[in-house]
């Protein structure tokens, strides 16, 4: 204890230290969010069926409702799904606030919205900057030094 006593500004200086590298670690790095759910599939055998099994008598409703829960559950693994999903998110566009040093990734409203246009070459992997002059005006600028060209309706990249 008297060694430790004898060092005691050194231990207090590292305290410090490791508080405020802890504080700024919160501060700067994003925050990660994890979600949950529970699904209820209807067994009832009245949505999506495979089909009645023609083969097996007495255990049919049995066999049914297995092939419903596990027609349920394909469809919620499948891609189209996910696609959609992602889609209506709109996780192809990401809006940040924020200064350089508090830059936080946000999902919600702004006072603007940005569109692909599915149709023409679009510019992805860059970050473009809105300033809000007024109303009625903005700045519009875009500050990278690399960054990818595709036409989604034709499949190409440049």
């Not at 994003?30 to 759910?37: F, R």
């Not at 499948?78 to 040093?101: C, H, I, N, P």
Request: hydrophobic share 40%.
């Amino acid at each position: 204890m008297k060694k430790i006593w004898e060092k005691k500004f050194l231990f207090a200086a590292s305290v410090v230290l490791c508080v405020g590298i802890a504080y700024a670690y919160a501060k700067i790095v994003p925050p990660l969010y994890a979600v949950k759910t529970t699904l209820l599939i209807d067994s009832s055998g009245s949505s999506r069926k495979l089909g009645d099994s023609k083969y097996v008598e007495g255990g049919v409703g049995l066999i049914d409702m297995e092939k419903n829960l596990s027609n349920e559950m394909g469809i919620l693994k499948s891609y189209s799904l996910m696609e959609k999903t992602v889609r209506d998110l709109d996780f192809q566009v990401s809006y940040y606030a924020g200064k350089w040093y508090k830059e936080r990734e946000a999902y919600g409203y702004f006072p603007f919205e940005v569109e692909l246009i599915d149709t023409s070459a679009q510019m992805f992997n860059a970050r473009f900057y809105v300033e809000l002059l007024s109303d009625q005006r903005y700045r519009l600028s875009v500050k990278t030094k690399e960054f990818d060209v595709s036409n989604p309706a034709t499949n190409t990249a440049r």
